[in-house]
């Protein structure tokens, strides 16, 4: 019961890492983007965020096996 | 934790085998698309040349979606999906954010977003097929390479189930955190006041992103995606592959030509 416990933070803490590492790049390419060009900050702004939330859908797959594995305890 | 106290409530019930049911998510639904209809038949009746009051708002968010369906679909399709894309946009918004009055979300129930996914599953490919034929959908998903079919049935297998457990977790996972604050604050108030005084104004931050900022995004992430991989589908093979095989069947007739000469000579 215990290691479940220990299972779901460390499902949720290593989905939170990667997801972490991956949005800071897009972030960092979309900055250098708007850097470089203003005048199309607008569309990049839109991409980027697209892409975010694109790549928390694995945040959120390991959101839901910590509670399907909370429900087991 | 009890995961049967995080699913929708069930309100009725079919028959006494207790199989069949609504649930709330369900119920709410369809209150919702009943409530959208009416309004939508209300802000489009008695239209004028010049714009005025409601119209200037309604113009606003038609064109917007025209051209939403133009950039992401391209102009031959734009005029026919448009009002598809319009409707599951202005819906998932709306379904995403009723956690700002109390209700629960509807998106916040697997079914339902399951339902939708399969919606989209089945508009991609019904109008793949319709557009290219069984045949041109075959050559289309092996474009460059003939192995690549696997990816692609893969990849088109696997988009419902991304684009249905997507939205659900988003919206799943707001509401869980906004309820967790809900009964810390109702906690730490109990030991001052028997009214649970600091829920009232302190989630407001939390429903500012998880019932307004966070249902914008998954809504428009969820058609923009349904969008784009409708493009895709209906694009057809790409005309480098084309050339390449119409290139390298030419090369073999020629092959079997040289050869059915060499014989006959």
Redesign the interface.
């Known amino acids: 019961m215990g290691l479940i416990a220990i299972g779901a933070g460390i499902c949720m803490g290593l989905a939170a890492l990667g997801v972490g590492i991956g949005q800071g790049i897009v972030a960092n390419g979309a900055m250098h983007g708007m850097s470089r060009q203003p005048e199309i900050m607008g569309k990049l702004l839109v991409n980027m965020i697209l892409a975010m939330a694109i790549m928390e859908t694995a945040l959120v797959f390991g959101l839901i096996i910590s509670i399907i594995l909370l429900g087991k305890m | 934790?009890?995961?049967n106290e995080?699913g929708a409530r069930i309100i009725v019930y079919f028959g006494s085998s207790g199989k069949f049911f609504l649930s709330e998510s369900t119920c709410y639904a369809i209150i919702l698309a009943v409530i959208l209809a009416v309004v939508g038949i209300w802000l489009g009746s008695n239209l004028q040349a010049v714009p005025k009051g409601k119209q200037v708002l309604v113009e606003l968010f038609v064109g917007w979606i025209y051209k939403f369906t133009e950039e992401n679909l391209g102009k031959e399709f734009a005029r026919s999906f448009a009002p598809y894309f319009g409707t599951l946009i202005l819906w998932l918004v709306c379904a995403n954010s009723l956690g700002l009055i109390g209700i629960r979300p509807i998106t916040a129930d697997v079914s339902i977003t399951a339902g939708l996914a399969a919606l989209s599953f089945v508009l991609i490919q019904y109008n793949a097929i319709r557009h290219l034929g069984i045949g041109g959908r075959l050559s289309e998903m092996r474009d460059p390479f003939s192995f690549m079919i696997i990816m692609d049935i893969i990849s088109d297998l696997t988009f419902p189930v991304?684009l249905a457990?997507?939205l659900f977790?988003?919206i799943?996972?707001g509401m869980?955190v906004v309820d967790l604050w809900l009964n810390l604050m109702s906690t730490i108030s109990a030991t001052f006041c028997p009214v649970p005084i600091l829920r009232c104004v302190t989630v407001i931050p939390l429903n500012l992103f998880f019932d307004m900022f966070e249902p914008v995004?998954?809504g428009?992430?969820f058609t923009?995606?349904t969008a784009i991989n409708l493009r895709r589908g209906m694009e057809g093979t790409s005309p480098e592959t084309l050339e390449r095989r119409r290139k390298s069947k030419e090369k073999r007739l020629a092959k079997h030509q040289a050869k059915q000469l060499e014989q006959a000579g």
């Open positions: 934790m009890n995961l995080l991304t457990l997507r977790g988003n799943f996972g869980i995004i998954q428009y992430i923009v995606l």
